[in-house]
T-cell receptor
Framework: DGGITQSPKYLFRKEGQNVTLSCEQN?????MYWYRQDPGQGLRLIYY???????QKGDIAEGYSVSREKKESFPLTVTSAQKNPTAFYLC??????????????FGEGSWLTVV | SQQGEEDPQALSIQEGENATMNCSYK?????LQWYRQNSGRGLVHLIL?????REKHSGRLRVTLDTSKKSSSLLITASRAADTASYFC???????????FGTGTSLTVIP
């Protein structure tokens, strides 16, 4: 089946640790995105990538890092510099950017909790 | 931030009634999309309306767009308990390639 796969679904992080959330898509989409969602809140853009080996910061990039070495993969690392990382993280992709009128497809999300 | 806002934040209705939620945004857009999110899940695309369109239908969904007021509305007719979810609008702006999401409306349909 075509789609976006995020893993793990649930992740616990100790203080001071870096953790990496995986996102893989087999839709052959050029653009990929990471959003953060806090309980009862909307989505905030962390990073996005329009093409392999290129990515841009979103509204809340501090404390996060990404890479786009392959078209189908866009992992997100939550670093120890992110002081309040407990949230629901959503990965998404679209054929091209938002201005082109493409639909954005989402993974099922990853819950990150700091313990 | 260019994030939009949905109104109301929460809506509770009886099954069979219609549900209307609104979205306001700040900048010129190419298109506006509505998404649905069940609790703890990813978002699912419902409908897209382009900036040169004023109304669009898909099944029980009706979307309107007023670019002069920078607002859109989503109408769900004959609601069902299974429509219980959060609904978000997302805008594609003319410059840049990000999607900007609103804050969401939480809809509860009571059987």
């Amino acid at each position: 089946d075509g789609g976006i796969t995020q893993s793990p679904k649930y992740l616990f992080r100790k203080e001071g640790q870096n953790v990496t959330l995986s996102c893989e898509q087999n839709l052959n989409h050029d653009a990929m995105y990471w959003y953060r969602q806090d309980p009862g809140q909307g989505l905030r853009l962390i990073y996005y990538s329009q093409i392999v080996n290129d990515f841009q910061k979103g509204d809340i990039a501090e404390g996060y890092s990404v890479s786009r070495e392959k078209k189908e993969s866009f992992p997100l690392t939550v670093t120890s510099a992110q002081k309040n990382p407990t949230a629901f993280y959503l990965c998404a992709s679209s054929a091209r950017g938002a201005a082109s009128g493409n639909t954005i497809y989402f993974g099922e999300g990853s819950w990150l909790t700091v313990v | 931030s260019q994030q939009g806002e949905e109104d109301p934040q929460a809506l509770s209705i009886q099954e069979g009634e219609n549900a209307t939620m609104n979205c306001s945004y700040k900048t010129s857009i190419n298109n506006l999309q509505w998404y649905r999110q069940n609790s703890g899940r990813g978002l699912v695309h419902l409908i897209l309306i382009r900036s040169n369109e004023r109304e669009k239908h898909s099944g029980r969904l009706r979307v309107t767009l007023d670019t002069s007021k920078k607002s859109s509305s989503l109408l769900i007719t004959a609601s069902r308990a299974a429509d219980t979810a959060s609904y978000f609008c997302a805008t594609g702006v003319r410059t840049g390639n990000q999607f900007y999401f609103g804050t969401g409306t939480s809809l509860t349909v009571i059987p």
